[in-house]
């Protein structure tokens, strides 16, 4: 099979979600499947993280716009490249394409009420596209990939599609993320110490940044060891907003804002956090949930949905909407060393079951039953 995937981000320095999915799967790809050859389509960028190799073959496609790149230059490069099916791996896809297209459809976030607070234009000017482009691409599909059995309900009630072209492929979690010795040699360029709580987030209202600064106020005002909380990917000014509208000054010395954290000082990160609060309103899969998990830091996390289908029946859910809720597990794994060394082993445990070498196994079955049908 010669067999085609977009990736269009992966090579850009400061990546996020579905750029470290795309490039664990073409990774595992690489190192497994012997047989069939494989051509990823990329924008230019600095970080060239995957290369060119006997069967796998890296081009390169420029373009002014995301938009332009994807309907038109994207589909022109895979023609040439004679693919036989092409792998959109980003939620959208060409709208004209000759080639049997596969789409990977995270979620469907972008068809459901939009919160008016949101003010980023970078991702109102994504909602936009999707809602413009989904729709339009999804009938055109020979299958539509999503990451957990919540997220295929989800698209198959909401948009009507046959079970028979949908697929469900787990998310998996980059081997390095595990247990370490000492963490010291990366952590304490963010904290001066370890046993902080660490918080994953963006300006995204479905990240419930705001809930969770609350809970935190309300953890401080309780605890007796007060722990300091470190807030990767978010900037003063927009908690500045927070704190004040929320009237929750008493966080303000306990904050630490590294800003944009690398994939790979993370696992140093988890290994020295007391904590990890997971409390979005909303996840597809959550990437980050495993990644906590499998350092063994206990996870506080969200009883909505695809969290706890993730985070097994044994993990910390707690309604992302109630700050007390928030607030009172994380005083509980303060105060209650067996129920934190109970939760260790939960998550160390429930991380097995995922890898991204059985996402790429599942996902070359796939290509397979996909060129059979074309044949």
């Not at 020295?272 to 990644?291: D, M």
């Not at 830091?297 to 909505?304: F, G, R």
């Not at 969290?307 to 910390?316: H, Q, V």
Request: charged fraction near 25%; include cysteine; aromatic fraction near 10%.
């Amino acid at each position: 099979m010669r067999i085609g995937i977009e990736a269009q981000r992966i090579f850009r320095k400061n990546k996020h979600g579905m750029d470290y999915v795309v490039l664990q799967e073409i990774l595992q790809l690489q190192q497994t499947d012997m047989h069939n050859e494989y051509f990823v389509f990329v924008k230019p960028g600095p970080d060239r993280c995957v290369e060119d190799s006997t069967r796998v073959h890296v081009i390169e496609v420029e373009a002014k716009s995301y938009p332009l790149w994807e309907q038109v230059a994207l589909p022109r490069a895979a023609k040439n490249a004679r693919v036989d099916m092409l792998h959109c791996t980003s939620n959208t896809a060409p709208l004209r394409c000759s080639i049997p297209l596969i789409l990977t459809l995270h979620d469907i976030i972008f068809l459901e009420p939009r919160d008016k607070q949101n003010r980023s234009l970078y991702q109102n000017a994504g909602w936009l596209y999707r809602r413009l482009v989904v729709p339009r691409i999804l009938p055109k599909c020979e299958r539509i990939i999503t990451v957990s059995d919540f997220e295929m309900k989800n698209i198959i009630s909401k948009l009507h599609i046959p079970e028979q072209r949908m697929a469900m492929i787990y998310n998996g979690y980059n081997e390095w993320f595990h247990p370490l010795e000492d963490a010291n040699k990366v952590y304490r360029k963010y904290m001066a110490e370890d046993g902080f709580i660490f918080f994953l987030g963006n300006t995204d209202p479905k990240k419930n940044t705001e809930r969770t600064l609350i809970a935190y106020s309300r953890y401080l005002s309780r605890s007796e060891v007060k722990r300091p909380l470190l807030m990767a990917d978010l900037d003063r000014q927009y908690l500045d907003g927070i704190i004040s509208r929320n009237h929750i000054e008493n966080v303000r010395e306990f904050l630490f804002m590294p800003g944009y954290i690398p994939n790979a000082d993370l696992p140093f990160i988890y290994n020295a956090a007391f904590a990890f609060l997971y409390t979005s309103l909303r996840e597809s899969f959550g990437i980050p949930l495993l990644e906590s998990m499998a350092c063994g830091t206990p996870v506080i996390t969200s009883n909505t949905s695809s969290m706890p289908e993730i985070g097994g029946p044994d993990a910390i859910l707690v309604n992302p909407e109630e700050p007390n809720e928030i607030a009172d597990m994380l005083l509980r794994l303060e105060t209650d060393s067996d129920f934190y060394q109970r939760q260790k082993k939960v998550g160390l445990e429930r991380a097995r079951l995922f890898s991204w070498r059985h996402t790429a196994e599942q996902l070359l079955e796939l290509y397979k039953e996909v060129y059979i049908e074309q044949k």
